[in-house]
C-alpha cells in the first residue's frame, strides 16, 4: 500500500487527557516522523504536531483515536504525492 506524507495537528483542552494522547502517539511510532509539543501554559491548552509518512489507513486509525477523546481537537492534511518510504520489515 502506498504511504503519503502529512502534519497531524493535535490541540489539547482537557489537561488530564495528555497521558492517554502519548499511549496512542507512541503506538503509531513506526509512521511519525518528528513531533513538537507546545505546553500554552498561559491558555491552559497544549499543542502538538506531528510529521507523519504512512498509510491514509494508518493516519486515518491515529486521527480517529485521537480526535474520539473528549477535550481533544485533532485535524489532519496529507500530500498529493505518494511517499516511497517503506517500513524496515519490508525491505
Known amino acids: 500500500m502506498m ?3 502529512g502534519v497531524i495537528g493535535i ?3 482537557d489537561l488530564d487527557c495528555i497521558s ?3 499511549s496512542i502517539i507512541s503506538s503509531y511510532n513506526d509512521i511519525i516522523v518528528g513531533r513538537l509539543g507546545i505546553p500554552y501554559k498561559e491558555k491552559g491548552v497544549s499543542v502538538i504536531s ?3 509518512d504512512g498509510t ?3 493516519i486515518g486509525s491515529l486521527t480517529g ?3 474520539s477523546i473528549k477535550g481533544i ?3 489532519s492534511a496529507l500530500t498529493k504525492q505518494l511517499s516511497n518510504r517503506r517500513k524496515e520489515n519490508e525491505e
Open 20 to 22: 492517554n494522547v502519548n
Open 73 to 75: 481537537n485533532v485535524k
Open 3 to 5: 504511504k503519503r506524507i
Open 56 to 58: 491514509t489507513d494508518d
Open 65 to 67: 483515536k485521537l480526535g
Open 11 to 13: 490541540v489539547i483542552e
Open 50 to 52: 506531528l510529521v507523519v
